[in-house]
């Protein structure tokens, strides 16, 4: 069989290594068999101007030359891309994938094919790729010299001062005028320079990929994005232009857009000699004719316009690749055209699953390295990171790290994640750092969010005051969650640096889960000298369940330092909390404090003696821990006032945050700083949530022990004590979750003004695909009691959520409607005055939201009425659900938005909305309170998936999430995992694991192994995780957490 023969180029302009998959094919498919034979050499014009020849058979397929272009340029997005060629008649025609190249073009030798963008998607985000979007802008950049990409001045200007930051970096108004009088970017350039010029210095501190994403952002809401003009008339001669786009047929006059026939809208497309003809489907408000008739200029003409026609509504529209038609046996009619290659779904299902290799590419105009070429900085002398891991990489900066150490760069594509203060140091004040640090907002927040990979943790201290930067979508800087960073390449990684498996090293928002995990002073420890310093603890199982309150009571006392100590400290700098909010806060934490501590201690001591650590252990009198904790138990009582004076603090902290901008700047300041692991009031509710805790433990120690031992009356006693009073604070605890979940749902979401009313329970979040008429769209929805929010992720510097519309639950009705719109696992929600059609990832994930939305119209049903109207800025749209399918739901305006936002909030780019929206799954608030109930810390040994020791990790469990700290003497969490999408399982034999008491926690392409020290732990952790990995049915749910009112 042939192969293709690329002739020798200097061919790193825009890819480096040649051994990247196929584009154009599903993951694990092999290419398309070449035809031997004579080989023909066709000359390809990039993007960046640059030529390539290509030799391919001359009986091979148009797919055989466009994958041998993509796998040059390692570009695995590569459907977006086509070939265009003017043909015999001088026509410029698109190369068909699966006619032979020799039958299209005619005379090679004489004919250069232009490799450019095909299709443009309705949304940039959608491009996971920075060298895809790095070629788009490129495309944006040829069409605005070449005058199709009509615009205004300013948004020329705009443009154009974006191009330029790319190409030569930050401002320098000398260096703008000498680059824009050698390089002209538009025609009429010299009378914008001044304005591109100004726009220019607004850009400092952006990168290349940054630039990129701006200029797409921009370019993508002109009129004539992607659009290629195809001149016809229509049915009185008047002169019109045709176009297809990703949403349908469009018509123009001029520049000027006058018609739009959505796909939603066109039954049937075809073509009868010179005329191209539109069958629409019947609409009774239409005062369009069944069918449309246009004249082009020729035949041709008319069958090159309706062949690209089907390929973007296939492209655009369709889940896979048409099947081909069988051929007649007589006689054929019509045109057997199909639609060749991969959908827009297919392309973003294999780039999220992770099935490619990240590679480096060069910007050919660029004088700033690309973040994929970005040549790490020498390392430190003790760095023990190899040589050839080094020659490229880029760094997630983050301050607070405290031990310095060298960097590393992962092999294939992955980068290095180094501590702050070392890549503070290295990174200095120049433009070529990662863009993941970015925390300023312009719109580019949304930047090709890959569902499956890490949440950044690393976030800068405020002390350190920084230049506003542009926002990149990186999760830097949210306080709640980060996943965890690995060394997928084996061995031992340096100090203080971690290599992350998937981490997008191509996008600017670093991909939503990676951040600094830093490694033991000493690195992990070989398996057997870890053994062998492995201590003898008792084997009882009682013993076990003591240590577990240990250990938890380690975390609950770091936890409460976080209101008693650090908020207080921040508190006291400040004059912004009003007397009386800091004499409700304080007075009723501090003593919890002090009589914690004591508790820890001896707890501590009781552990030691039961470990033998004296010669009590010989008599036994102290291999039990009933008796302290019913002491204990019967002294929290004496605390419960202070204990009733939590949810009054909540609350009085919300309403003083709502009436002082002083306060609320000086929370959310707090919450960005790493002691704040999670959210501010969440912390307010732990004293409530550690009684549970205790309640557990104890029942598990009266379950474990048989009557007739010593310490069962004790643990009995203790029980009884504790579940009284679990019992009197139960109401308040239901009361203040809900009321904390709406608050904390309140900062993620743009355009709403009441969200938290007495009466309004949170029930589910989650993420659905919309049906609309540019197909199935992510969105995020909101259940409650009373209404359904829908939402898309906005461009914003706090990356939250825009609302699009509600739906009343009152009158809903709910119904499957696969059949009716040919889509898996598809809702049509029929609310009284608006209609919308939903689509869940799988089937279980459509029951759960059936499930809840079938409970809450029957509790809308219930109440006194409709829910009041309150959404801000977004009015819903009442529409029948034939015009919502065609409604274009544009996110134009997401970065323009702010009318319910009246200050930019702070970024929240990893909270628990965001991880659901990434790994396109949902959470109820039944799991919110399973979540609850399920706390677990202690010490784990963790193993990468190639690499060869454990390294011991103080670990804690809460809010679906593991933080990991070096030691539990840390005061913040050094990284964390996001464990909602993840499946818990045991390795098996092939893994080669041959330790006991492992567990593995596998998502997509991510597998990081767990390891216990007990059989009691090991059940315990596979417990607590199994909660947060397997969503709780409402069948399932705990009766005492059946409401949730507020």
């Given at each position: 069989m042939g192969e293709i023969e690329q002739r020798p180029t200097p061919g790193s302009r825009l890819g480096a290594p040649e051994n990247s998959g196929i584009s154009t094919l599903e993951h694990g498919q092999k290419p398309p068999p070449t035809p031997s034979g004579k080989l023909m050499s066709i000359k390809i014009q990039m993007l960046d101007d640059t030529q390539e020849a290509f030799e391919v058979p001359q009986r091979a397929p148009g797919k055989v030359l466009l994958d041998a272009v993509c796998n040059h340029l390692n570009l695995v997005e590569g459907d977006y891309f086509g070939l265009e060629f003017p043909d015999h008649k001088k026509i410029t025609v698109w190369l068909d994938l699966l006619k032979p190249i020799v039958k299209q073009i005619r005379r090679p030798k004489h004919v250069v094919v232009k490799f450019v963008v095909k299709f443009f998607p309705p949304d940039h985000t959608q491009l996971q790729e920075e060298l895809t979007r790095y070629l788009f802008a490129l495309q944006v950049k040829q069409d605005?010299?070449?005058?199709?990409?009509?615009?205004?001045?300013?948004?020329?200007?705009?443009?154009?001062?974006?191009?330029?930051?790319?190409?030569?970096?930050?401002?320098?108004?000398?260096?703008?005028?000498?680059?824009?009088?050698k390089n002209k970017y538009i025609p009429q350039q010299d009378a914008l320079e001044d304005k591109i010029v100004e726009f220019h210095h607004n850009h400092i501190g952006q990168t290349p990929a940054e630039s990129d994403f701006q200029l797409l952002e921009i370019a993508r809401k002109l009129e004539m994005y992607g659009v290629r003009l195809h001149p016809a008339k229509d049915r009185e001669g008047t002169k019109i232009n045709l176009a297809v786009a990703n949403t349908g047929i469009l018509v123009f006059q001029g520049f000027t857009k006058i018609n739009a026939f959505n796909w939603a809208k066109v039954r049937k497309l075809s073509f009868k000699r010179k005329r191209f003809l539109i069958k629409l489907r019947p609409d009774v408000n239409s005062s369009y004719q069944d069918t449309l008739e246009f004249l082009m200029a020729s035949r041709d003409f008319c069958k090159s316009f309706w062949k690209i026609c089907v390929e973007h509504h296939a492209f655009f529209?369709?889940?896979?690749?048409?099947?081909?038609?069988?051929?007649?046996?007589?006689?054929s009619r019509g045109s057997s055209f199909r639609f060749s290659g991969r959908t827009q779904k297919q392309v973003l299902d294999y780039v999220k699953e992770g099935g490619h290799k990240k590679v480096q590419f060069e910007r050919k105009h660029s004088k700033i390295h690309s973040i994929r070429s970005l040549a790490t900085q020498p390392s430190e002398p003790n760095s023990e990171v190899p040589k050839q891991a080094q020659q490229s990489g880029s760094l997630t900066l983050g301050e607070g790290s405290e031990p310095p150490g060298g960097q590393s760069c992962p092999q294939g594509g992955d980068l290095a994640t180094a501590s702050a203060?070392?890549?503070?140091?290295?990174?200095?004040?120049?433009?070529?750092?990662?863009?993941?640090?970015?925390?300023k907002g312009d719109g580019a927040s949304a930047a090709a969010a890959e569902e499956d990979e890490e949440l950044v943790k690393d976030r800068p201290q405020q002390s350190r005051p920084r230049p506003p930067q542009p926002s990149t979508g990186s999760l830097t800087g949210s306080p709640h969650l980060s996943e965890l960073s690995i060394n997928s390449q084996g061995g031992t990684a340096p100090t203080n640096a971690i290599l992350s498996p998937n981490l997008s090293p191509d996008t600017k928002q670093a991909s939503p889960l990676v951040s600094p995990l830093l490694n033991d002073q000493s690195g992990p420890r070989a398996e057997d000298e870890d053994d062998g310093r492995r201590k003898r603890f008792p084997t009882d199982k009682a013993y076990f369940i003591a240590k577990e309150v240990s250990t938890t009571e380690r975390t609950y006392l770091k936890d409460l330092e976080v209101i008693t100590s650090w908020f207080q400290s921040t508190v006291s700098k400040e004059d912004s909390m009003p007397?009386?909010?800091?004499?409700?806060?304080?007075?009723?934490?501090?003593?919890?404090?002090k009589f914690h501590t004591n508790f820890l201690k001896e707890i501590e001591q009781r552990l030691a003696l039961w470990e033998g650590r004296s010669n009590a252990h010989i008599r036994g009198d102290y291999q039990r821990i009933g008796d302290v904790m019913l002491k204990n138990i019967q002294g929290m009582k004496q605390l419960?006032?202070?204990?009733?004076?939590?949810?009054?603090?909540?609350?009085?902290?919300?309403?003083?945050?709502?009436?002082?901008?002083?306060?609320?700047?000086?929370?959310?300041?707090?919450?960005?700083?790493?002691?704040?692991?999670?959210?501010l009031n969440t912390f307010l509710l732990r004293p409530l949530h550690r009684l549970m805790h205790y309640k557990q433990v104890l029942e598990r120690l009266c379950k474990h022990y048989p009557p007739s031992h010593s310490d069962f009356r004790d643990c009995r006693a203790a029980l009884a004590e504790i579940t009284e009073m679990v019992a009197q604070l139960h109401g308040t605890m239901i009361k203040m979750e809900n009321f904390q979940k709406l608050h904390e749902l309140k900062k993620d979401l743009i355009g709403v003004d009441n969200l938290v009313i007495p009466g309004r329970e949170f029930i589910r979040l989650g993420s659905l695909s919309k049906l609309s008429g540019k197909g199935l769209q992510q969105r995020m929805f909101f259940l409650f009691n009373d209404v359904l929010l829908y939402t898309s992720r906005g461009l914003t510097a706090s990356n939250q959520f825009k609302v699009h519309g509600q739906l009343p639950l009152y009158g809903m009705t709910m119904e499957e409607s696969e059949e009716e719109w040919g889509v898996p696992h598809c809702l049509t929600l029929r609310g009284q005055r608006q209609s919308i059609v939903v689509a869940a990832s799988s089937r279980p994930e459509m029951d759960k939201w059936v499930e809840d939305i079938q409970m809450a119209i029957d509790l809308a049903e219930k109440s006194s009425g409709p829910a009041p109207e309150f959404l801000a800025s977004s009015p819903p749209d009442n529409k029948s659900p034939e015009e919502a399918a065609g409604d274009q739901e544009s996110e134009d305006d997401l970065s323009a938005s702010r009318t319910s936002l009246e200050r930019q909030a702070p970024h929240r780019g990893n909270t628990m909305v965001h991880v659901c929206w990434h790994r396109n799954t949902s959470v109820s608030m039944v799991d919110f309170s399973v979540a609850v109930e399920n706390q677990l810390s202690g010490n784990l040994l963790r193993k990468f998936k190639?690499?060869?020791?454990?390294?011991?990790?103080?670990?804690?469990f809460?809010?679906?999430?593991?933080?990991?700290y070096k030691s539990h003497q840390d005061n913040h969490p050094l990284a964390s995992l996001p464990l909602l999408g993840y499946s818990l399982t045991i390795p098996s034999e092939s893994e080669d694991i041959h330790k006991d008491y492992v567990f593995k926690?596998?998502?997509?392409?991510?597998v990081y192994y767990f390891r216990a020290e007990s059989e009691y732990t090991f059940e315990r952790w596979m417990e607590v995780i199994r909660s947060a990995t397997s969503s709780a049915s409402r069948a399932h749910a705990p009766s005492h957490k059946e409401s949730h009112v507020y």
């Amino acid at each position: 069989m042939g192969e293709i023969e690329q002739r020798p180029t200097p061919g790193s302009r825009l890819g480096a290594p040649e051994n990247s998959g196929i584009s154009t094919l599903e993951h694990g498919q092999k290419p398309p068999p070449t035809p031997s034979g004579k080989l023909m050499s066709i000359k390809i014009q990039m993007l960046d101007d640059t030529q390539e020849a290509f030799e391919v058979p001359q009986r091979a397929p148009g797919k055989v030359l466009l994958d041998a272009v993509c796998n040059h340029l390692n570009l695995v997005e590569g459907d977006y891309f086509g070939l265009e060629f003017p043909d015999h008649k001088k026509i410029t025609v698109w190369l068909d994938l699966l006619k032979p190249i020799v039958k299209q073009i005619r005379r090679p030798k004489h004919v250069v094919v232009k490799f450019v963008v095909k299709f443009f998607p309705p949304d940039h985000t959608q491009l996971q790729e920075e060298l895809t979007r790095y070629l788009f802008a490129l495309q944006v950049k040829q069409d605005l010299a070449q005058g199709r990409l009509a615009c205004n001045d300013n948004s020329a200007a705009l443009l154009i001062s974006h191009i330029v930051q790319s190409e030569i970096g930050d401002f320098d108004e000398a260096s703008d005028r000498e680059h824009l009088a050698k390089n002209k970017y538009i025609p009429q350039q010299d009378a914008l320079e001044d304005k591109i010029v100004e726009f220019h210095h607004n850009h400092i501190g952006q990168t290349p990929a940054e630039s990129d994403f701006q200029l797409l952002e921009i370019a993508r809401k002109l009129e004539m994005y992607g659009v290629r003009l195809h001149p016809a008339k229509d049915r009185e001669g008047t002169k019109i232009n045709l176009a297809v786009a990703n949403t349908g047929i469009l018509v123009f006059q001029g520049f000027t857009k006058i018609n739009a026939f959505n796909w939603a809208k066109v039954r049937k497309l075809s073509f009868k000699r010179k005329r191209f003809l539109i069958k629409l489907r019947p609409d009774v408000n239409s005062s369009y004719q069944d069918t449309l008739e246009f004249l082009m200029a020729s035949r041709d003409f008319c069958k090159s316009f309706w062949k690209i026609c089907v390929e973007h509504h296939a492209f655009f529209r369709l889940f896979e690749e048409p099947k081909p038609k069988p051929k007649p046996v007589l006689f054929s009619r019509g045109s057997s055209f199909r639609f060749s290659g991969r959908t827009q779904k297919q392309v973003l299902d294999y780039v999220k699953e992770g099935g490619h290799k990240k590679v480096q590419f060069e910007r050919k105009h660029s004088k700033i390295h690309s973040i994929r070429s970005l040549a790490t900085q020498p390392s430190e002398p003790n760095s023990e990171v190899p040589k050839q891991a080094q020659q490229s990489g880029s760094l997630t900066l983050g301050e607070g790290s405290e031990p310095p150490g060298g960097q590393s760069c992962p092999q294939g594509g992955d980068l290095a994640t180094a501590s702050a203060e070392d890549a503070e140091r290295q990174r200095g004040p120049g433009p070529s750092r990662s863009p993941a640090g970015s925390t300023k907002g312009d719109g580019a927040s949304a930047a090709a969010a890959e569902e499956d990979e890490e949440l950044v943790k690393d976030r800068p201290q405020q002390s350190r005051p920084r230049p506003p930067q542009p926002s990149t979508g990186s999760l830097t800087g949210s306080p709640h969650l980060s996943e965890l960073s690995i060394n997928s390449q084996g061995g031992t990684a340096p100090t203080n640096a971690i290599l992350s498996p998937n981490l997008s090293p191509d996008t600017k928002q670093a991909s939503p889960l990676v951040s600094p995990l830093l490694n033991d002073q000493s690195g992990p420890r070989a398996e057997d000298e870890d053994d062998g310093r492995r201590k003898r603890f008792p084997t009882d199982k009682a013993y076990f369940i003591a240590k577990e309150v240990s250990t938890t009571e380690r975390t609950y006392l770091k936890d409460l330092e976080v209101i008693t100590s650090w908020f207080q400290s921040t508190v006291s700098k400040e004059d912004s909390m009003p007397e009386s909010l800091k004499s409700l806060i304080f007075p009723n934490f501090e003593p919890l404090h002090k009589f914690h501590t004591n508790f820890l201690k001896e707890i501590e001591q009781r552990l030691a003696l039961w470990e033998g650590r004296s010669n009590a252990h010989i008599r036994g009198d102290y291999q039990r821990i009933g008796d302290v904790m019913l002491k204990n138990i019967q002294g929290m009582k004496q605390l419960a006032a202070h204990l009733w004076k939590h949810s009054e603090a909540l609350e009085a902290l919300e309403t003083g945050i709502r009436g002082s901008r002083r306060l609320e700047s000086l929370c959310r300041d707090f919450e960005l700083q790493k002691v704040c692991y999670l959210p501010l009031n969440t912390f307010l509710l732990r004293p409530l949530h550690r009684l549970m805790h205790y309640k557990q433990v104890l029942e598990r120690l009266c379950k474990h022990y048989p009557p007739s031992h010593s310490d069962f009356r004790d643990c009995r006693a203790a029980l009884a004590e504790i579940t009284e009073m679990v019992a009197q604070l139960h109401g308040t605890m239901i009361k203040m979750e809900n009321f904390q979940k709406l608050h904390e749902l309140k900062k993620d979401l743009i355009g709403v003004d009441n969200l938290v009313i007495p009466g309004r329970e949170f029930i589910r979040l989650g993420s659905l695909s919309k049906l609309s008429g540019k197909g199935l769209q992510q969105r995020m929805f909101f259940l409650f009691n009373d209404v359904l929010l829908y939402t898309s992720r906005g461009l914003t510097a706090s990356n939250q959520f825009k609302v699009h519309g509600q739906l009343p639950l009152y009158g809903m009705t709910m119904e499957e409607s696969e059949e009716e719109w040919g889509v898996p696992h598809c809702l049509t929600l029929r609310g009284q005055r608006q209609s919308i059609v939903v689509a869940a990832s799988s089937r279980p994930e459509m029951d759960k939201w059936v499930e809840d939305i079938q409970m809450a119209i029957d509790l809308a049903e219930k109440s006194s009425g409709p829910a009041p109207e309150f959404l801000a800025s977004s009015p819903p749209d009442n529409k029948s659900p034939e015009e919502a399918a065609g409604d274009q739901e544009s996110e134009d305006d997401l970065s323009a938005s702010r009318t319910s936002l009246e200050r930019q909030a702070p970024h929240r780019g990893n909270t628990m909305v965001h991880v659901c929206w990434h790994r396109n799954t949902s959470v109820s608030m039944v799991d919110f309170s399973v979540a609850v109930e399920n706390q677990l810390s202690g010490n784990l040994l963790r193993k990468f998936k190639n690499s060869n020791g454990w390294q011991k990790l103080w670990v804690v469990f809460t809010n679906f999430c593991l933080f990991f700290y070096k030691s539990h003497q840390d005061n913040h969490p050094l990284a964390s995992l996001p464990l909602l999408g993840y499946s818990l399982t045991i390795p098996s034999e092939s893994e080669d694991i041959h330790k006991d008491y492992v567990f593995k926690l596998h998502f997509k392409s991510h597998v990081y192994y767990f390891r216990a020290e007990s059989e009691y732990t090991f059940e315990r952790w596979m417990e607590v995780i199994r909660s947060a990995t397997s969503s709780a049915s409402r069948a399932h749910a705990p009766s005492h957490k059946e409401s949730h009112v507020y």
